[in-house]
């Protein structure tokens, strides 16, 4: 079971990078958020990693932060969502933001994440709050805002101001952060492109 690679980023993308550890590169998926707060390819990197093994194959996953491989591993707790989900939710929601919506029990706040509908909300709600309350209790203030959660902020924020609605732009900022843009004045452009075609 691989629990932790250190080694030196071979490549990175949206969603996966190679770490190369002695030779051997290591393909390592990962949430959109861990993506963002990597360094620059040919630097050292270390990652905390959940071995996944399935019949056909053998995934690994890795997170910056040890509390976000745990809250991780509470997501594969429930039912109906697998490892590929969880990390779909935590691209869309940083783990200490994700770990307040359940224990709040704001199940608006979860039905904006990508993948997360009404009943899985619920769900997560009811299996994950009492687990969540017992998990270490510093991950809300050991976690910070990762890059992408402030971009996203930003970009809606910016947005409302100039007249859209939030629910309307929401969706779009995240396709677009998830799709690579890093830089606030690149994602509103893009958003307000989007915006246009739509309308």
């Known amino acids: 079971m691989i629990a932790q690679i250190r080694g030196t980023l071979a490549h990175k993308a949206p969603g996966e990078v190679i770490v190369d550890v002695g030779g051997v590169g290591y393909d390592v998926l990962i949430p959109l958020t861990v993506f963002y707060g990597l360094p ?4 050292p990197v270390s990652l905390y990693i959940h071995t996944h093994l399935r019949e056909d194959a053998l995934q690994l996953f890795g997170f910056q932060e040890p509390q976000d491989k745990q809250v991780f591993l509470l997501l594969n707790s429930v039912a109906g969502i697998g490892p590929k989900l969880a990390v779909n939710i935590l691209s869309g ?5 994700l770990t307040q ?3 709040a029990g704001d199940q608006l706040r979860l039905v ?9 909300a619920e769900r997560m709600i009811v299996e994950l709050r009492d687990k969540l309350t017992t998990l270490q209790p510093q991950i809300a203030e050991t976690v910070a805002p990762s890059h992408a959660s402030h971009l996203m902020l930003d970009a809606v924020s910016a947005l409302v101001n100039l ?5 309307e732009v929401e969706k779009n900022v995240r396709d677009t ?6 830089s606030l004045e ?4 893009e958003v307000l492109r989007r915006v ?4």
């Open 186 to 189: 690149d994602v509103i452009k």
């Open 40 to 43: 620059e390819i040919g630097a």
């Open 163 to 167: 007249g859209y609605r939030q629910a």
């Open 177 to 182: 952060i998830r799709a690579g843009k890093q």
């Open 112 to 120: 904006s994440i990508p993948g997360v509908g009404r009943k899985l």
């Open 93 to 97: 929601i940083p783990a200490a933001e």
């Open 196 to 199: 246009s075609r739509q309308g």
């Open 101 to 103: 919506a359940i224990k």
